[in-house]
């Protein structure tokens, strides 16, 4: 909760204000996005990082408005599209794309891919005929894919790894300027996740693109990403730079999710005081105050009653935490929110 990390409103491309999405259960509700704040730079990289059923996915998801979220705002490009029409949010949707977690599923089984790359261009009616199919064997040849061989065939008659080379170049074929990735290389192998990663490098610079890279393996999201925000429950932990946050995490859920990365040696155990115990509570009921407190380690009276709000600590990262694993800066000390992202090429 609070907006403390958030930059200029002029800045960002995309700004995220007390975004809440709630579900109906029977007669209770899931909250699982509870008021959270984000905002990316034109050109930047924001990686969203949590364990699973945090909500990573359904913000994502709520960016574009599926679903439409319960309250809060959703600025891109200045615009809120909370506040648009349908005809309006069907035509700004055109620069937001999303590559889903399932690049099979995602991926109509009775087309061929010439139809399911052509489709966007047909519906905005970009182009001639033959131009669209021009367009698809440019991005099919973009993401390393021979288009002689893959125009005429179904998404089942190529691997997991295809298919998400398929699904990137479906999301980039209306040339949009924010890229929602939502765990794109979760199901891949990890020499093809590799691959993805390099892919989505090499297009974000070709392209210019925007990206929110949503995934809960934190050296993935290391690697990719300018900014890193860190979720529990529905709420976020930490924002700030990836290197300072890796490098000296001052939330304990942050600590405990890094400390949680397997190190490659049998007689290497993780710190006790990482170590989370406890289950993850229910998002149809969550603790009061700071929603981590019934694992945390600091955890004390206040936690229960008090929610804590985003606040800096220096050296551009923000945190919401009563306990940080690390001092904060004096109440007058100037307050540093980054560089951003890179110029676009």
Known sequence: TGTAHLRGADEALLRVEDLVVEFGSGSRTVHAVSGISLDILEGETLGLVG???????????????????????????????????????????TDLQLIFQDPISSLNPRRKVRDILAEPLRIW?????????????????????????????????????????????????????????????????????????????????????????????????????????????GKLCEVGPPDTLYERPAHPYTAALLASIPVPDPTVRPPEADVVSGDLPSPIDPPSGCRFRTRCPRAEARCAVEEPQMRPVGDGRFVACHFPLVDTPPADAPVTVGAGAPAPA
């Open 125 to 233: 009616k970009r182009g001639t005929k033959a131009e669209q199919e021009q367009t698809a064997r440019r991005l099919l040849d973009t993401v390393g894919l021979d288009p002689d061989l893959a125009l005429d065939r179904r998404p089942h008659q190529f691997s997991g790894g295809q298919c998400q080379r398929l699904s990137i170049a479906r999301a980039l074929v209306l040339e949009p300027k924010l890229v929602i990735c939502d765990e794109p290389v979760s199901a891949l192998d990890v020499s093809v996740q590799a691959q993805i990663l390099n892919l989505l490098e090499d297009l974000k610079a070709k392209y210019r693109l925007t990206l929110v890279f949503i995934a809960h393996d934190l050296a993935v999201v290391k690697n990719i990403s300018d900014r890193v925000a860190v979720m529990y429950l």
């Open 51 to 93: 364990e699973s059923g945090c909500g990573k996915s359904t913000t994502g998801r709520a960016i574009i408005q599926l679903p439409k979220p319960k309250s809060g705002s959703v600025r891109f490009g200045g615009r809120d599209l909370a506040l648009m029409s349908g005809a309006e949010l069907r035509k700004v949707r």
